[in-house]
């Protein structure tokens, strides 16, 4: 039953013991972390801990996030951090702690060949906006806090109004975007959903 419904589920933690158990599974399309996880489980070198994760799942994407908050010093962390291996997307928040977007930084990763997991989106005015500044050169997840949102007891729905978030996407690609045979996108953007919502989402290309 759980093979039919269309969506790819990602597990979210920071155990090894968990890393290994799930990478086995078939059901499983991917894996994120944040430091708050790794803290609770008393990981006190984050490189180290990354790179035992990455021996244990090789072919399935895994999110390492920046843990820094000035743009410059996420900028650095992140240019690390996609260096690890070729399956690590690096997690940015969409806005730092100060409220500031970090659409900018967030162009200059995907310019750069950075797989970006855009984080702590709420929403789609977040999305509509951030598609609209960045154009992605890379492959790129949208993670949208739909769990997180419910935890303060209001419905996602309502927050989440239409334009939904993938309505969103598809509206900007065929407002903004040429329609070029080279410029198609992934028709198929995938909701993924674990404890939120994702899109895994690439800019169309312009034409050579």
């Not at 598609?131 to 309502?158: N, W, Y």
């Amino acid at each position: 039953m759980i093979k039919k419904i269309k969506i790819d589920i990602y597990s979210d933690g920071a155990s090894l013991k968990s890393f290994t158990l799930l990478s086995k599974n078939r059901l499983i399309k991917g894996f994120t972390t944040n430091p708050s996880l790794m803290l609770k489980e008393g990981i006190k070198n984050y490189e180290h801990f990354a790179k035992e994760v990455l021996k244990i799942v090789k072919n399935k994407p895994v999110s390492f996030e920046v843990f820094s908050d000035d743009f410059k010093t996420m900028e650095k962390e992140a240019l690390v951090i996609g260096k690890w291996a070729k399956n690590i997307y690096v997690k940015i928040p969409i806005t730092n702690s100060k409220g500031a977007s970090t659409a900018k930084l967030i162009q200059k990763l995907s310019n750069k060949g950075i797989k970006v997991n855009v984080t702590a989106i709420f929403t789609s005015e977040q999305v509509r906006d951030l598609l609209k500044k960045v154009q992605f050169k890379s492959k790129c997840i949208l993670s949208v806090f739909a769990g997180r949102i419910a935890d303060t007891g209001i419905d996602p729905k309502t927050i989440l109004k239409k334009p939904l978030l993938k309505d969103a996407i598809k509206d900007l690609e065929k407002n903004s975007v040429p329609a070029l045979e080279k410029n198609k996108t992934n028709d198929n953007t995938k909701i993924i959903n674990h404890e939120y919502i994702c899109l895994l989402y690439t800019s169309p290309s312009p034409r050579d």
